[in-house]
């Protein structure tokens, strides 16, 4: 008696319905995945895009005004960040005059070249639709001032950071206030870097 050959088993029409669906859930998921990483990437390409657009050679076709976070690049490699402003409470022992409130911005300026530059603070702060006839004053504590290098540093060592807060009394019914710098010192007929920070709360 010799044996039969065995045949193979054939596939149920739902196993392979089965293993179709898996491969092409899997392939779904790939994708998605896929997109998702690359839009991820293509969100921090543009970040950092938008970040170096800002990173500019502040020398000549000024003014330029930036936004809150943006940073001005010098060509002598100091920058500087300039953040959101941010309704804080009065600050004490300060002269605030009727009709203004307070704000506070940060003001971070970075070396990173290869000297010791000096920094010129600050050349105006200004507010834009305010109406109690002060404009914008800076926010100081008679009884513990702050001058000098308490506010902005005179100079800044090769790769020194430094982070100044900036406290402001404007008037309630300003819409934005305006910060302008040159960043250092010693350099005429360089334009200056103003940022517009809008107001709100």
């Known amino acids: 008696m010799t044996n039969a050959p065995v045949l193979p088993k054939s596939r149920t029409p739902l196993r392979s319905f089965l293993r179709f669906l898996a491969w092409g859930i899997g392939g779904v998921v790939l994708t998605v995945l896929c997109v998702f990483v690359a839009g991820a990437v293509y969100l921090e390409r543009s970040i950092e895009a938008s970040k170096d657009a800002a990173s500019i050679d502040l020398v000549g076709d000024g003014p330029y005004t930036l936004v809150p976070g943006y940073t001005a690049r010098y060509e002598d490699n100091v920058r500087a960040t300039v953040s959101a402003a941010r ?115």
């Open 87 to 201: 309704r804080i409470p009065p600050v004490p022992n300060d002269d605030r005059r009727p009709g203004q409130v307070t704000f506070e911005f940060s003001v971070t300026y970075v070396n990173d070249s290869d000297k010791t530059l000096g920094i010129d603070a600050f050349d105006e702060i200004t507010e834009e639709g305010g109406t109690s006839g002060y404009g914008a004053e800076l926010a100081v504590n008679r009884e513990a001032p702050r001058s000098g290098e308490d506010w902005f540093p005179e100079t800044l060592a090769p790769g020194e950071r430094v982070t100044v807060p900036v406290q402001i009394n404007v008037s309630a019914d300003a819409d934005a206030v305006v910060f302008e710098t040159f960043v250092t010192d010693g350099y005429p007929g360089r334009e200056a870097a103003r940022w517009k920070l809008p107001l709100s709360g």
